[in-house]
C-alpha cells in the first residue's frame, strides 16, 4: 500500500525514520548519563539512605553502557528505507540531528536559564 501522493510530497522518503532514529539517539544520550550518574552517586554517597540497593551496581552499568554505545552506533547505519543514498550523508543527517538536538540545546537551556528557574533546594546548594 502506498501513501497519498499529498504526502510524498509533504514528507519525503524516509523522513520518518531518520527523525525516529534522532529521537532514539537523543534518548540513549539520557541513558549514558543516568548510567555514569548512578555510578557517581554511589561513589560519592555510600551511605546515603536509599529505597533499594541494587548489587552490582558498576557492573550493570558497564552492561548498560556497553549496550547503549552499540545501539548509538547501530541507529548510524542507514536501513534500506533511506533508499539507497550515500551513507555519508545519512551519517551527517543524524550525526548533526544528535548534535543540534541532543547537545546543542540543552546546553542552551543551561547556558541561558533564568536565575527565577531555579528551586529553592538548587538555591541552598549553590550557597553553600
Do not use: N
Amino acid at each position: 500500500m502506498t501513501s497519498p501522493l499529498f504526502l510524498q510530497i509533504i514528507i519525503p522518503q524516509g523522513v520518518y525514520w531518520i527523525f525516529s532514529t534522532i529521537t532514539t539517539q537523543v534518548y540513549l544520550i539520557v541513558y549514558l548519563l543516568m548510567f555514569v550518574a548512578a555510578v557517581r552517586l554511589r561513589k560519592t554517597q555510600p551511605d546515603h539512605p536509599r529505597g533499594y540497593r541494587v548489587p552490582a551496581l558498576p557492573v550493570l552499568c558497564v552492561v548498560g553502557l556497553l549496550a547503549s554505545v552499540a545501539a548509538l552506533a547501530i541507529g548510524f547505519v542507514p536501513p534500506s528505507q533511506f533508499g539507497g543514498g550515500s551513507v555519508g550523508v545519512y551519517v551527517a543527517i543524524i550525526g548533526g540531528g544528535l548534535v543540534i538536538l541532543g547537545l546543542l540545546i540543552p546546553w542552551l537551556f543551561l547556558k541561558l536559564r533564568k536565575p527565577g528557574w531555579r528551586t529553592a533546594a538548587a538555591g541552598e546548594e549553590a550557597a553553600s
